[in-house]
């Protein structure tokens, strides 16, 4: 067996021996019976963004067989407001890469996540994730590169405050013990999501820290590697269901709203993107940003207004969105600027050989500068639905490679500077703003929606449906 495999931290793939890509049904029925796998649960992402539970008990192999091939039905009007209850029986079948070990049951548990399909066993067209894969197959067939992403998760953890050793008010970035109060809960957390399948960049303190009435929240982030945008999509979702199921065993408040104090720093959810030719980024060229990244974020300040209709989904969402949180409040993007929509972070594209710098025994240590570069959208939040934000932004990107003078566009929203300092007022007036709220998100979205609609990724009744839920407010 492969080194790596063997040494994983997901016990599936140290058992099975193989990436979670190449699990087969047969590979998930062996796990069960080697491991005397008692409950099979199936998961899956309703309207409400959380992850929905059907339970089978591994009562004989016939079943698990019957289960895992052709999945089991569900009342889809329940789960999705735009599915007629007349009409809403769906099927739910498992996607055995998706396949992990529950972290949290008592009884040896084996959780899947599923995608939905109609009565004539076709995937549901408005089902999210099958709108993200939509998204994705026609940003390919369009520009021929493979997109990648991943999630920034920011929460805060919420506790009891103590008495010693705590951190000044919104200075809480990268604490460590006893300062940061709740790093082992963030670890732990770590530690299961990796273990749940999550490819994990690190997890760190974030700025946000303050007390109120004897409660101390502490704002926490978790950060992940990037891949395929779907599986990016999948470990998100498994990681809030951890994250919040850990909360409830430690008797913590856990909370990933986007503002829950005026002044204090607000939670996002940050994607990162990144474009593949096979499998080499193309996301720099001769050591500068490539022209296709720069196609692909002429699509996201096209469609940035429109984007909020799936990042940024309650009316608290928009009180983040103000000057001088390091939030974004207008449509630009810069190099390692934090008052931008989009960010283009350092991406270890020098030449200088740090290593040794720091490590002088490592003079002789030839190596190549490793190609992580990505391109950071700042405006999603905690209230997202993942898939369908994702789906967004790999929409927007494919029409940013359709439209006429992507470079130009990419060039005019360029700025280098602190747009909310005095002396940049007039370049800040100059440039288009973010909704300040939901019916303007929902105008933006109504307006652009021709641009998600084209090809048949996004359905129409759902476009209708969040037009409808975000006008409510």
Request: proline fraction near 4%; charge should be negative; glycine fraction near 6%.
């Amino acid at each position: 067996m492969d080194k790596k495999l063997k040494n994983s931290i997901n016990p599936l793939v140290k058992a099975i021996g193989k990436y979670p890509k190449d699990f087969t049904k047969k590979d998930i029925i062996d796990y069960v019976l080697d491991n005397e796998i008692k409950i099979i649960n199936f998961r899956y992402v309703a309207n409400d963004h959380r992850l929905k539970t059907l339970n089978f008990p591994v009562t004989n192999l016939d079943y698990l067989d019957t289960i895992l091939t052709y999945g089991e039905r569900v009342d889809g009007s329940s789960l999705f407001p735009y599915i007629a209850a007349d009409s809403s029986d769906l099927y739910v079948v498992p996607r055995f890469s998706t396949a992990y070990l529950d972290p949290f049951a008592e009884i040896p548990t084996l959780g899947i996540l599923c995608s939905f399909f109609t009565k004539d066993g076709h995937p549901l067209e408005s089902s999210p994730e099958y709108i993200l894969r939509k998204a994705h197959k026609e940003f390919k067939l369009q520009t021929g590169l493979d997109f990648h992403a991943m999630g920034e998760l920011e929460f805060y953890v919420i506790g009891d405050r103590e008495e010693l050793f705590n951190t000044p008010d919104q200075k809480g970035y990268h604490e460590s013990t006893p300062y940061s109060k709740f790093e082992f809960f963030r670890t732990e957390a770590m530690y299961l999501i990796a273990q749940a399948g999550g490819e994990i960049k690190y997890a760190h303190s974030e700025v946000g820290n303050f007390t109120i009435d004897n409660k101390i929240y502490e704002q926490n982030e978790i950060e992940f590697l990037t891949t395929s945008v779907v599986e990016a999509a999948d470990q998100l979702v498994i990681a809030q269901w951890i994250l919040r199921t850990l909360a409830h065993r430690y008797g913590l408040d856990l909370s990933f709203e986007p503002k829950i104090a005026e002044g204090k720093a607000g939670s996002g959810l940050h994607f990162h993107t990144k474009l593949l030719k096979g499998d080499e980024s193309i996301m720099i060229k001769d050591g500068v940003l490539s022209n296709e990244a720069r196609c692909a974020i002429a699509g996201y300040m096209k469609c940035a207004a429109s984007l909020t209709a799936f990042g940024n989904c309650e009316p608290n969402s928009y009180f983040r969105l103000v000057p001088h949180q390091e939030a974004p409040t207008t449509i630009c993007w810069g190099d390692r600027n934090r008052s931008v929509l989009v960010r283009v972070p350092l991406g270890w594209t020098g030449n200088t050989n740090m290593l040794a710098i720091a490590n002088p025994i490592e003079a002789d240590n030839k190596f190549e500068m490793p190609d992580k570069q990505t391109v950071e959208l700042r405006s999603a939040d905690g209230t997202a639905d993942i898939y369908l934000t994702l789906a967004a932004l790999v929409t927007a990107a494919r029409i940013g490679f359709e439209m006429e003078d992507p470079l130009l566009v990419a060039e005019k929203c360029y700025v280098n500077v602190n747009i909310h300092n005095k002396e940049n007022e007039d370049l800040l007036n100059s440039l288009e703003q973010l909704p300040t709220n939901c019916a303007e998100s929902a105008k933006a979205l109504d307006a652009a929606r021709g641009y998600y609609e084209a090809k048949g990724v996004f359905p129409k009744e759902l476009i209708d449906a969040t037009i409808k839920k975000l006008s409510s407010y």
